[in-house]
């Protein structure tokens, strides 16, 4: 719908990362862990079944010239050159990992409404999967939608309807998507990394804030 409407772009990002990924079970892991080094970073974050999700993210370069040429390798070059212990333990694992891979693309947000259509999810608002955190926006945004809808059909005129949930959207969302884009950079260095992933941390905690009084925001007024 997107393309089909020429959505424009109101924010682009700089920055793309590639990520292999692959579920495996016996991997143990009580929360998120995330590994960073110099040009690439690794993970695991736990799923449903007992699964773990490990992924090892490089800049799209390393990807297109090594990971992608023998994925199974690359990701074991990769993971051990990050978090060797993981490394060991998916080497250990009885269970043959299937890779998923991603080259990578820009973050953006789009305009998300227009005569006729609207977008939701990643079709209007899309960052790098590094910071592991778009299923909630398309969540979020699927809801300020039908509120703008609701508000829209309650009376209020489309444009300011829908503009509040660009609006509220954007708000929401611009701290995060800047500060996904910095950590995608891999320009970073151990102190200045940390100074964003706190940023990252800060961006979450207010946006799941402003979720909790959703209803109590403008859209309602
Ligand atoms: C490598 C990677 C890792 C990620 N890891 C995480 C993570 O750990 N945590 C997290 O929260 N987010 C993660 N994300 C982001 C997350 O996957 C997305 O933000 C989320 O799936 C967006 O949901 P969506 O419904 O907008 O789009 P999608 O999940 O892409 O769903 C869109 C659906 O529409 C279908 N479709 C497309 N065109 C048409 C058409 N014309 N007609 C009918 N159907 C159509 C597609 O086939 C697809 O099934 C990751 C993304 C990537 C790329």
């Known amino acids: 719908v997107a393309r089909l409407v020429s ?11 590639a990520t292999v990924y692959t579920y495996l079970p016996g991997i143990p892991a009580e929360g998120y862990e995330w590994y960073f080094d110099h040009q690439k970073a690794a993970g695991l974050i736990p799923t449903n079944d007992g699964e773990v999700c490990v992924f ?17 390798a690359g990701f074991a070059t990769v993971l051990a050159e990050t978090a060797p212990d993981l490394a ?7 269970v043959s990992p299937r890779f998923r891979a991603w080259e990578g693309m820009h973050g953006y947000l789009r305009m998300p409404y227009g005569p006729g259509w609207a977008l939701v999810g990643d079709a209007g608002y899309f960052k790098d999967p590094i910071t592991a955190h778009g299923i909630t926006d398309a969540f979020r945004d699927a809801e ?28 929401m969302s611009l701290p995060l998507f800047h500060a996904t884009d910095e950590v995608a950079s891999f320009r970073w260095h151990t102190g200045g990394l940390m100074d964003t992933l706190m940023q ?12 909790a009084g959703l209803h109590a925001t403008a859209l309602a007024a």
């Open 7 to 17: 959505a424009p772009t109101s924010h682009a990002a700089n920055h793309s990362v």
């Open 56 to 72: 090892v993210s490089t800049p799209p370069d390393r990807f297109r010239n090594e990971l992608r040429r023998d994925v199974p």
């Open 200 to 211: 990252v941390s800060r961006a979450m905690s207010a946006e799941g804030e402003m979720l």
């Open 88 to 94: 060991e333990l998916v080497a250990a694992s009885p």
């Open 144 to 171: 300020l939608l039908v509120a703008a809808i609701v508000a829209a059909a309650g009376g209020i005129p489309e444009v300011a309807a829908f503009g509040a949930y660009e609006e509220v959207r954007d708000r």
